[in-house]
Structures are given as structure tokens and as C-alpha cells.
């Protein structure tokens, strides 16, 4: 199969990682892939995988960007193209009846919950990184779930005595990590604001827009800011719980990590966590507290309640499973042709 995969974003994140994970998938399978994106990217990709830049921070409303966008697929001599997020899917959706014309098939996937998903119901296919993401598609628009896929967990592990020494805390307490991009969506400032003594040490791993006022707002409790760790899944093994406090969330990639490298989540009710997790292990914003405070007082408990997710995990969110998937999803619109 020919595809361009078209990721028009600028930062770093589940997203971007698995638009890279995906097209090198595709090309170990023996797929011609084209990569158009922010050249930033480019070096994380195998050598395979052709790419060619994209004005990814010009507006999606901008002509002569979208013009170049249009061009860049169609001389790429792809049969599919696989917009990821929303600007890539509205830029596409533009150009779909230029890109029909060509015969080039449309597909888009989306990554999170979504205020209007107009633009995915023009494409001939979407994905759905959960359920509740694509819940909202007209009945008749074709949709795949397909949950986010990530490599095993990395070799190196880091004990409990490692990463208490890393946040500077004792190792006799128990210690929760989040992880993700401090932004909004995240809802961090719900999260330090239920936090207790009693609850341990909470490391806040990531970097972004909200870090300063965040460390304002978590002055004087057992919270730790870490920043930016390029090793951040090796402190997984260290860690007694992953806790995510999102107010909107398609299924994030750390959890998807988090289950592989078998570390017990408590997550508020957003898609896919909603999906997979045992309800004990879910909260509401006015109940994260407590469910927080009920999963740290009986861990083993925590552990038996994740065990089977674990085992799902380990068969269902790896790269290939993804990259199966979504190869199957290009297989059906081949053959419609």
C-alpha cells in the first residue's frame, strides 16, 4: 500500500508519537509511506519512511498553505491519506474533492473529544483512538476503534529507592506520578488541589504553558515538579500509582504505557480510561479524592483490580496490534476501489 500520513502540529505528545510509530510500523511491513509534516520529526523516523516538509503552524484557513498541502499528497503518489487530529482532517477535508478526483482515499483519526466532527465525517473512513471519541459520527460514517499502541516497557527500570532519590522524598511513602503536558485539559489544578499528606508524594512529570502557575498553586504539599524526563517510562517501575485528573482525554499515551509497564492508574471518567478501566479505579472530579485515597490505602487491592487490564494490555496496546489494525482499515478501502 501507498500512504501519506498527515500530522500538522508542532509539539510533542501522544499524538506526534504515534503518527511516528505508525508510519514506521507501516514501513516494516513493506508499505510505502510519506510523512508530511514539521521536519522536526524527521529524524525519529526509519530511514524508509519518506518525508517531506509542511508549513504545520500556518493556519488551517490559510489557501496558499493548504494549496502546498494538496500538492505535497497528491504528488506523493499515495492511494490513502491518514489525517491525524483535527487541523490535518479540516485540511484535508478542503482538498477532498481534489484529492477524490485523483482517487486517493481519505481516512482521519481522531485523538481526542472533539467540539464538532464535521470535517472526520467527510473522510471515507475514521479511527477513533476510543469509543467515546467517534460516539458523536453519524450512523453512517464508517469507524474503527483502535487504541493507541506503544512499545514494550524499556529494559531499564528504575527502583523505588531511585526515583524517591530522584524527587528528593523518602521511599518509605508512597509515591504517585502524572504524566503529561501541563496544559488545561489536563486539569492538574483539580489534582493538587485534592491532594493530601496522608496521599505520599505526588511527582508531576512534564513540561508546558501552565507549569508556573501550577507550581504556585501546589506551594507547601508533597508535590514534585520534575519537568521534561526523556526517560520518563523507565520511573514507571518506581512508582506505586499513575493518576490522571483529565477533564477531556481521547485515550493519552502515558496510560497506555502506564498498563504495559503494569503501574495501577486511578483516572477520572473520560474515554478510554472509561473504556477499560474497573470502575473502582474511576472517579469524577468531586470524587477523585477519595478514590485516590482508597487505591493508595490498599495497594495490593489496586494490583488485583488491574491485573486482568494488564493482561489485556500486553496483547492489545502494543505497535503492532495498532499498526494491524489500522492496516486493515487502509485493506478495506483498497479493495473498494
Known amino acids: 500500500m501507498k500512504v501519506a500520513l498527515l500530522l500538522a502540529s508542532l509539539e510533542e505528545g501522544g499524538l506526534e508519537n504515534h503518527v511516528i510509530d505508525l508510519a514506521n510500523g507501516l514501513v516494516g511491513h513493506g508499505d510505502t509511506v510519506t510523512l508530511l509534516a514539521d521536519p522536526r520529526y524527521f529524524d525519529r523516523c526509519d530511514p ?3 518525508v517531506r516538509a509542511i508549513d504545520a503552524g500556518a493556519s488551517r484557513h490559510n489557501l496558499i498553505s493548504r494549496g502546498r498541502t494538496r500538492d505535497a499528497i497528491t504528488t506523493s503518489g499515495a492511494d490513502i491519506v491518514h489525517a491525524h487530529a483535527g487541523k490535518a482532517t479540516a485540511i484535508v477535508a478542503q482538498c477532498s474533492k481534489a484529492l477524490k478526483r485523483r482517487g486517493i482515499r481519505t481516512v482521519s483519526t481522531v485523538h481526542g473529544l472533539k467540539g464538532s466532527l464535521k470535517a472526520y465525517a467527510s473522510c471515507d473512513h475514521v479511527i477513533g483512538v476510543s469509543h ?3 460516539e458523536r459520527l453519524s450512523a453512517d460514517v464508517a469507524r474503527t476503534v483502535v487504541y493507541n499502541g506503544v512499545s514494550k516497557p524499556p529494559e531499564i527500570k528504575r527502583s523505588r529507592n531511585e526515583l524517591a532519590t530522584l524527587l528528593g522524598v523518602d521511599d518509605a511513602q508512597a509515591i504517585s506520578i502524572a504524566v503529561g503536558r501541563l496544559a488545561p485539559v489536563k486539569a492538574y489544578d483539580l489534582l493538587i488541589d485534592v ?22 498553586r501546589a506551594r507547601g504539599k508533597s508535590i514534585v515538579f520534575t519537568g521534561f524526563l526523556s ?36 483516572s477520572t471518567e473520560v474515554p478510554g480510561a472509561r473504556e477499560i478501566l474497573p470502575s473502582e479505579l474511576l472517579a469524577t472530579p468531586a470524587t477523585l479524592g477519595a478514590t485516590i485515597e482508597r487505591a493508595l490505602r490498599d495497594l495490593a487491592r ?3 483490580l488491574s491485573s486482568p487490564v494488564f493482561e489485556w494490555a ?14 486493515a482499515v487502509y485493506s478495506r478501502l483498497s479493495k473498494h476501489d
Open 48 to 50: 524508509r519512511v519518506q
Open 231 to 266: 526517560d520518563v517510562r523507565s520511573w514507571y517501575s518506581g512508582a506505586d500509582l499513575m493518576i490522571f485528573s483529565s477533564s477531556r482525554e481521547g485515550f493519552s499515551y502515558a496510560m497506555a504505557e502506564a498498563l504495559r509497564a503494569e503501574l495501577p492508574i486511578i
Open 302 to 304: 489496586t494490583r488485583e
Open 132 to 134: 467515546g471519541v467517534v
Open 195 to 216: 491532594w493530601r499528606p496522608a496521599f505520599g508524594t505526588l511527582a508531576i512529570m512534564g513540561e508546558g504553558p501552565e507549569e508556573a502557575s501550577l507550581r504556585e
Open 314 to 327: 500486553a496483547q492489545t496496546l502494543t505497535v503492532d496490534a495498532m499498526v494491524d489494525s489500522v492496516r
